[in-house]
């Protein structure tokens, strides 16, 4: 019964929808306030009915529901209750489930927050929203119905992949769609302006904020998928350029230039057709990534062929939403206004310039991604483009950016002070050039570039905080005073300095970890010792243990340095019978911001033990940066200039809860 | 020997569990050839996985192209030759890096014509508004008119 009630609410949500994507945009055509105010209700309507047939789905899966077919092919009954629960998006139906659900769920925000909106800008987006949600329905209950029965239900489900049972990967997903669905929001914005053929006040004190949230989300959500990796799969690895995470940083990238145009726009009403631009390529990319990942088109040309009703299906949706947003683009954009002037150097330029670096770099992971794909459909060629082309393209493509990093937020609006600027940031780049020569005297003879790099790193950091130092008058002014000033300055200055500093931590990591990254691959029998870089690392012996839903091997090292115990390392290989396949449980060491990575092969025979240790020096900084990225995305969201909003009608006010 | 060593292995491995990815009894005696062997092993990719260097996969495979990458270097070959060779059994999919001919010219090309097309785009943008923002259209005697009427005048 509870899979016929998802299933029915499902259609429900779609017949919602329909009504959604055209009663409004009509009314909105009439000006009919009675015609435009069925958005709301009908948005909220659909978010409850998507949430049903998403619960009814979480339920089939938590009562193992084995006569549900996806439930059936992705859970198993032995399986702990969370991965039951996170196993609900584990899977390609489920998973499109999830992502209406939070489509719904940012229409009916939209509706609820949007009381301040001119009311046809209002209907018309939460009909854009709707046309998108449609399709996604229509493409759900015709190719991926999550709640098909199977005429005969099995005893025992066939479980979740077993690399998938692991908390990263539960709240992976979610964020992720967070993200990609969030720059829905944009679009729909974008193509309702387009349809209006204006943009005003309100447009652009909207698109940022809900930019920045997706953006927030899209970036914790790929840090956590990158150290998921980095636990998960046993060498140590965190970024692979697969096209699987190509497609989830092709609309981070377009985000963050989004993100930068957006404050153009919103401070100084410039650059508004670039933006609508973005807004449209951020959610296409969004769009292409969900198409890349579920058509199957990655693995080969082929396999997509073989079963191609869901890849064709979605490539419809692309073909429509793409192109019909750039179709509509074209021939509207021309009608918009172009807002205020800028001299080149100002800081609108440097917000330009990132632009560009910024839809470069996604280009280019654009087409090394799809060129492979490309090139076998018109010539039959294989060819293959892994890390070593985006290393040698992406990488210097970042440099000149990130020199740029620092003075886009000291650059005054409009007409900028490069040189004043430059020495504003002495501090900075003396500091960056102290560590290129401190790095090159330690680590005489190793990699050249690496230094420099770290430099690079340093001066973006330094930098980051150069603006807040200066605007607060540090070492100018009594220290109270100005940590009183620096408390006094706007949020959004903080959040900019804490994700810019988050970059240049990011980069530090990255830099450290590619290339003074220490591996030992070893058989040591029990007590023998290896050691690495200043630890000794005893093997004990192994144990075996029962979880609830695999066998675990576990082997047990005492790490010490200079005679001293550490710590305890148990690193562990679990073998999942339901499957017959096994996962490596890597066992991690963090010291400071460095960490021990140790994962276990195959034990031999005679009880010898295959193992790879790893130092990895600053590794934790990868993710701590972007930790304070999306810190800093959360501190600008919290802004006074977008909590405080426009005015509204008081009675309305009193009605709403306190923010 | 070595070779009989590996094929147990690998019949071994293959009744196994997966293993991961380089083993203990691959690592070469020579640490500068082990080195050059593993920077090999991440410019080639395993034919049997989505997007995994050899370097990084644990399937048979793999193995079998790590082994036969550091037997050629063992037999004196330069990297460029081992590559050579690889290519010419495997064809050009097998490097992760790919090599610049007619094929990839639009491939390795694309983000300098991006970048150029891009910056080029802006110039004009830029001075041609430039241009708007130094000379403004002056006010017909009509606009004048109502200009000063709004004001009082």
Known sequence: MIPEIGHYALVLALGLAMIQAVVPLWGARLRDDTLMGTAGPTAFAQLAFAAIAFAALTACYVYSDFSVANVFENSHSAKPLIYKITGVWGNHEGSMLLWVLILALFGALVAYFGDNLPATLKANVLAVQSWIAAAFYIFILGTSNPFLRLAEAPFEGRDLNPILQDIGLAIHPPMLYLGYVGFSISFSFAIAALIEGRIDAAWARWVRPWTLAAWMCLTAGISMGSYWAYYEL??????????VENASLMPWIAGTALLHSAVVMEKRNALKIWTILLAILAFSLSLIGTFLVRSGVLTSVHTFATDPTRGVFILAILTFFIGGGLALYAWRAPVLKQGGLFAPLSREGALVLNNLFLTTACATVFIGTLYPLALEALTGDKISVGAPFFNLTFGPLMVPLLLAVPFGPLLAWKRGDLLGVAQRLTAAWMCGLITVAVTFAITRGGPILAPFAIGLAVYVMVGALTDIFERAGLLRVPFPTAIRRAGGLPRSAWGTAFAHFGLGATLLGIVCESNWNTERIVTLKPNETVSLRSYELTFDGMTTRQGPNYRELTAKFTVRSGGTVVDVMEPSKRNFASRGTSTTEAA???????????????????????????????????????????????????????????????KKSALQPAE | MKRLRSLVMVLLLLGMAPAFAVQPDEILADPALEARARNLSRELRCMVCQNQSIDDSDAPLARDLRLLVRDRLLAGDSDDKVLDFLTQRYGAFVLLNPPFNWSTALLWLAPLAVLVAGGAVLLFTLRRRRFVSADPTPLTPDEQRQLNDLAGR
């Not at chain 1, 140590?236 to 096209?243: E, I, L, R, T, V």
């Not at chain 1, 994962?599 to 990868?622: E, Q, T």
């Open chain 1, 234 to 243: 046993g060498w140590g690895g965190w970024w692979f350029w697969d096209p």
């Open chain 1, 588 to 650: 991690l060491l963090t010291r400071g911001f460095s960490q021990i990575y140790l994962s276990l092969g195959d034990p031999a025979a005679d009880g010898a033990l295959a193992i790879r240790l790893y130092h990895k020096p600053l590794v934790l900084l990868i993710w701590l940066g972007t930790v304070l990225m999306v810190f800093g995305g959360a501190l600008s969201l919290s802004d006074r200039r977008l909590r405080v909003g426009a005015p509204k009608p008081a």
